[in-house]
């Protein structure tokens, strides 16, 4: 791995802290209409980290140069942060906070979440820009994202890019499908590919009489995460591929959102180990003389129920 300074770490919090006040503190005037794994309705591909603002409905081409700008920008708190299945938070509560800025159909945004790693980052910060036409009623969404992890300990440097492709669907007034796909050229700075594929579907729930201003959505969906060989420090070989999957159902009240939602994988407590590096780690497991000498085995993959509140506020 390279080694970076934590001087130059923590210029990337700054950098990245400053980009999002920057955004809190300018005005916009535009009206576009958001949702995203962070709204009521969407379909999480588990393509984004944080809080992300995942999907922004296109501008009309009648709309003026002014209405064509928009921003959305929210914050909350999780029982745990899980991401594609696995925890990033060591099974203890996140908080986090993400801003999208965008251009008729291009956009460009920034999330700060709270995590506990390995290499003791006090958080990450991910930065992406895109953009998301639609086409003969689908909607697309191609761009890319840089992942940080500032102040990491013991050289440690897991920053990477990853690009996405994603295409969204409404099949019915209550019913959307999506799908999506990711690509890393170096995971983590592990010298490994990734790839990952997901599929999901979206379902508005009935207004409750007792409830009438909070509006809901059942979301499920499933993907698929696969790579190449890490660098030969890291041992060479490939980690571990995995199914994972989550179910739940997400309520809306005006600008408050809350979620509460099933993850699992299909990583074994020994793989999980090797592909988390869990660093409470326990022996008792079945050994591999390659991946997994000492037969550690993690909890860090498992079944797991995570409640999630957020608010997000827009330009409407």
Known sequence: MQHHSLTRDWLKAAIGIAATWFVFLTPHTACAQTSGDQSEGSISLGARHG??????????AGDTTEQMFAYTLGAGMASDYIYRG???????????????ARFGSFYA????????????????LSFAAGF???????DFDVGATYFVYPAEVNGF????????????????????????????????????????AAAGIGIDLPSLRLLPDVTGSFTTSAGYLWFGNQSAA??????????????GVTFTRSR???????????LSR???????????????????PVTNPEGLTSGWCGPTVVGKVWFALGSE
Do not use: M
Request: charged share 20%; aromatic share 14%.
């Open 51 to 60: 809080f992300s603002i995942d999907r922004t409905q296109s501008v009309a």
């Open 86 to 100: 696995v925890t990033l938070s060591a099974h203890q509560p996140a908080v986090g906070a993400a801003f999208e």
């Open 109 to 124: 945004g920034s999330t700060v979440t709270s995590v506990k790693l390995p290499s003791d980052p006090p958080v990450e």
């Open 132 to 138: 998301r036409p639609s086409l003969a009623d689908f």
């Open 157 to 196: 440097d897991t920053d990477y890019f990853e690009f996405l492709a994603r295409v969204d669907r409404k099949l019915t007034e209550k019913v959307r499908v999506a799908a999506g796909f990711a690509y890393s050229p170096n995971v983590s700075n592990t010298g490994a590919w990734s790839k990952y």
């Open 234 to 247: 890291l041992g060479g070989f490939a980690l571990p591929a995995y199914t994972t999957w989550n179910a």
């Open 256 to 266: 408050l959102h809350f979620d509460l939602r099933y993850y699992d994988t299909s």
């Open 270 to 288: 020994e793989n999980c180990f090797v592909f988390t590096g869990d660093p409470g780690a326990r022996p008792g497991g079945r050994i591999d």
